[in-house]
């Protein structure tokens, strides 16, 4: 399995600052995924992190809020930018390891925009 | 695109009894299964999962069956316990579309002693 690490574990920040998420997996990995979980709900992808090429955002996201880098096999980071009030949320760092590409989670960041 | 609906939203059980939670998909196509586990303040555990090949698996007290012509999914938990309180998610993905995860909504499972 995949152990997945991210910071900040968590953030308060105000209104339109930016805020840059770390994740580093302790193994090289395929795959890795952000996530966006807002309270009390399910988890939203947000797009897949390419290694060495631009992410791909699912519909409704888009790269201008949510940049994304992954300049290598086991790390990537997600920044989220202009923050409001709505940004508040979990974010969640995810990877694919092992023969069956299974999926793992990180800890998560939670994010609170005032 | 797939669609995954999962049953009940909030689920309260004994100590030592079994729980049930259900989740259907719509995706014909779908082939793999993970179920995650959420503990308040922690990220996703994954505990266990199932791919389409296979009709039942089971990790000691914990077991997933798959009904592929019914498009529907259940994860047993048996002689529960407090420390089986969290929320818990299940999750459905083919190749057609990349093996990206559609998750449920989520079911909080309340175990009391």
């Known amino acids: 399995s995949a152990v997945i690490s991210q910071k900040p574990s968590r953030d308060i920040c105000q209104r339109g600052t930016s805020l840059t998420i770390q994740c580093q997996v302790d193994?090289?990995?395929?795959?890795m995924f952000w996530y966006r979980q807002q309270p009390g709900q399910s988890l939203t992808l947000i797009a897949t992190?390419?290694?060495?090429?631009?992410?791909?955002?699912e519909s409704g996201f888009v790269i201008d809020k949510f940049p994304i880098s992954r300049p290598n096999l086991t790390f990537s980071t997600l920044t989220v930018s202009n923050m409001s009030p709505e940004d508040s949320s979990i974010y969640l760092c995810?990877?694919?390891?092992?023969?069956?590409?299974?999926?793992?989670f990180g800890p998560g960041t939670r994010l609170l925009v005032l | 695109g797939e669609n995954v609906e999962q049953h009940p939203s909030t689920l309260s059980v004994q100590e030592g009894d079994s729980a049930v939670i259900k989740c259907t998909y719509s995706?014909?196509?779908?082939?793999?299964f993970p179920w995650y586990k959420q503990e308040l303040g922690k990220g996703p555990q994954l505990i266990i999962d199932?791919?389409?090949?296979?009709g039942e698996k089971k990790d000691q007290r914990i077991a997933v069956t798959l009904n592929k012509t019914a498009k529907h999914f259940s994860l047993h938990i048996t002689e529960t316990q407090p420390e089986d309180s969290a929320v818990y998610f299940c999750?459905?993905?083919?190749?057609?579309?990349?093996?990206?995860?559609?998750f449920g909504a989520g079911t909080i499972l309340r175990v009391k002693s």
């Open positions: 995810s990877a694919r390891s092992g023969p069956w590409e299974t999926q793992y």
């Open positions: 193994s090289q990995v395929t795959m």
């Open positions: 992190a390419n290694q060495g090429s631009e992410a791909t955002y």
């Open positions: 995706d014909s196509a779908s082939n793999y």
């Open positions: 199932i791919r389409s090949n296979v």
């Open positions: 999750a459905a993905s083919s190749e057609e579309y990349g093996n990206k995860l559609v």
